[in-house]
């Protein structure tokens, strides 16, 4: 046995063989004990191992073969491990306890990077463009009443006013001047019989004065037309001693009596004065939603009855409930009918009797809406409603959308009948008081040069 020994150890190589089998404590133990050289090699290694990361495969202990990951494991100083001799099995406890124990000290984390998309010029665009419409609209550019109400009047004043201008400057005082303002006067809806009065006062007046110069006639038609209005320049004032003040509101169909109704209810409203209003047109479904809606956004009470209900016994009932609250002004509508059918007209005569039976001084304003864009046609609604009614006052709407708004003057020269409102435009403070003086100057507004001006312009006063 000790020669079997003793060839064996002269036959073995010193390099560590390839296929190390699987060692125990007891192999490494008789191993030391045969060869002291190979136990100094084996501390030596085992000192270098100590020191190095082992780099192992992380299985899945289940049937299942996950994806590997590499998972970094730093063995304690002083433990031997041969890396070649360990089992499996047991690496994978060993690596599955170290990796409990010991956290990665390399590993990255699979981060994942956010995509940051740069919309930043179209944010601020947005930023930039967007407030300035909403502020225009918000806060629109405020014009004086006076501007306002030029501006209303622009297409009136190219056949009226300071359309004139360029007819009378420069042309001497003759027959064909008055033959070319009698045409510009008929375009402009003056009407015929209103045209031939002024006509005539202006050619005496230039014979009696001697007028020889365009501006100097020009200044008195001026004059002439001023006092036209100054008749019927009678603004509204609703005082009562007996109850609420009544206000009745007549007209044809589609001239805005609903409307001109809601901004005068807003307006006596700003006042002070308590308002209610009564939905006598029943014919028209729309027109009782319509006041209602005024109603509801001022706050304003609103008597109204189903859709084809007796229009007297609606103003009946809204006069009696106006007394009960106190009411100041109470406005009622009618429904829109045409001047040429007497059996409308005739309930139109219907309804003042019974308010009459209230209260005898009702209603204390029987107000024509008129719609300026129908010209003469307003003159022969005006004759026929007073016909019927006895009209008190005039509302006048819808002068910034027409270049008819000359019929004012046939209204007033023709009928005497007081003008209350003009409408000139769609808002609430677009409906305002009638000012002759206001209402002349602004359509005759223009700006004359000094050459247009004469020594002619001080027999002007007389």
Known sequence: MSKFFGWLKKDKP?????????????????????????EAERQENNQHASDQVVVATEVDTSSTVTQPTEVEVTLDEGKVV???????????????????????????????????????????????????????????????????????????????????VSLFRGKAIDDELFEELETQLLVADVGIDTTSKIITKLTD?????????????????????????????????????????????????????????????????AQGKKVMLAAGDTFRAAAVEQLQVWGERNNIPV??????????????????????????????????RLQNKEHLMEELKKVVRVM??????????????????????????????????????????????????????????????????IGVGEGIDDLRPFSSEEFVDALFAENVTADDRSSDNHLLNE
């Open 356 to 421: 009459r039976k209230i209260n005898p001084a009702a209603p204390h304003e029987i107000m024509l809406t008129l719609d300026a864009a129908t010209g003469q046609n307003a003159v022969s609604q005006t004759r026929l409603f007073n016909q019927a009614v006895g009209l008190t006052g005039i509302t006048l709407t819808k002068l910034d959308g027409t270049a008819k708004g000359g019929v004012i003057f046939a209204l007033a020269d023709q009928f005497k009948i007081p003008i209350r409102y």
């Open 14 to 38: 010193k390099s560590e063989p390839q296929d190390t089998p699987k060692s125990t404590p007891e192999a490494v133990q008789a191993e030391s004990q045969q060869d002291p050289v190979q």
């Open 82 to 164: 041969d890396v070649q001799s360990i089992d499996p099995e047991d690496s994978v406890s060993l690596l599955t306890s170290d990796a409990e124990k010991t956290p990665a000290v390399n590993a990255t984390p699979d981060v994942q990077v956010p995509v940051v998309i740069d919309d930043s010029p179209a944010t601020v665009i947005e930023e930039e463009t967007q407030p300035e419409p909403l502020k225009a609209q918000e806060k629109p550019a405020k014009i004086g009443l006076f501007a306002k109400l030029k501006q209303s009047l622009s297409r009136t004043k190219e056949n009226l006013g300071s359309g004139f």
């Open 205 to 269: 007046s230039a014979k009696r004065n001697q007028l020889k110069d365009g501006y100097a006639l020009y200044q008195l038609l001026k004059q002439q037309m001023s006092s036209i209005l100054q008749e019927v320049s009678q603004p509204l004032e609703p005082k009562s001693e007996s109850g609420p003040f009544v206000i009745l509101m007549v007209g044809v169909n589609g001239v805005g009596k609903t409307t001109t109704i809601g901004k005068m209810a807003k307006q006596f409203q």
């Open 303 to 336: 008597i109204a009855q189903k859709t084809g209900s007796d229009s007297a016994s609606v103003i009946y009932d809204a006069l009696e409930s106006a007394k009960a609250r106190n009411v100041d002004v109470l406005i009622a509508d009618t429904a829109g």
